[in-house]
């Protein structure tokens, strides 16, 4: 986590975007300015060890989570297309909630990031509940990020289009952490298979993690320029 941490906020000179959504589209060193401004709300604002991030794949979500642990924070996400009842229920858990609009300016935290354990809890996942009650389970730094595989890929153009809630989030952040461009899909864009193509054809995506049976909906348009699923 702290080697993690450390390559995304010592940003470098490329001014290429490397983190994107529909909304907007930010290069390194923006990464790193907009999560010190949020670093200074999780520090002065919001108290607790589990925060609550509340919204869905964007820019926004992705700086809220570096801030929340660059800060030491463990990390609980809420999908805000979740009904009313499973956000309320996961909310429950965290000690504090915040909403993913990051802020444009303000005051800045830039000291150093918290010195993580691989033991420390990093963040909380929940099941879908599709059997019963949702059930959670705490993932720690170590186990969240072992993953690192991302880095010996030669590919650049990483799509996030899942649910916040599900851990691949956190493949992501690896990926950007490597110098990939993550490009978010936001649910009404991904439910809409033309849209989705349209996305990677339009970032020139390579890498995208998601379900076999999803993978096999855009193998079917044998798109020239979808080089991995």
Known sequence: MNGLLNRIL???????????????????????????RCRHVIHHDLSGQRLAIIGTSSVDF????LAAWAEGRSVIP?????????????????DAGMVTDIPMEGETRNAPSHDWDNAD??????????TG????????????L?????????????LHWSSISHSQSSYHVVALSHGKRVICV?????????KMLAIIQQWNAELVFCTP????????NDQPWLKQL
């Open 10 to 36: 010592a940003f470098d000179s490329n001014s290429q975007p490397s983190l994107v959504d529909t909304k907007r589209s930010l290069n390194p060193l923006e990464i790193s300015r907009a999560i010190a």
């Open 62 to 65: 992705f700086v809220w989570l």
């Open 78 to 94: 809420v999908d805000e297309s979740l009904p009313a009842e499973r956000c309320d229920l996961l909310l429950r858990y965290a």
């Open 121 to 130: 809890e990093a963040m909380v996942l929940f099941t879908s509940g599709s």
């Open 133 to 144: 009650q949702p059930q959670g389970w705490s993932t720690s730094a170590g186990a969240l």
């Open 146 to 158: 072992a993953d690192d595989t991302v880095q010996q890929v030669p590919f650049m153009n990483v």
């Open 186 to 194: 936001a649910n009404d864009e991904w439910m809409d298979n033309q």
């Open 213 to 220: 049976s999803y993978a096999s909906i855009i193998a079917k």
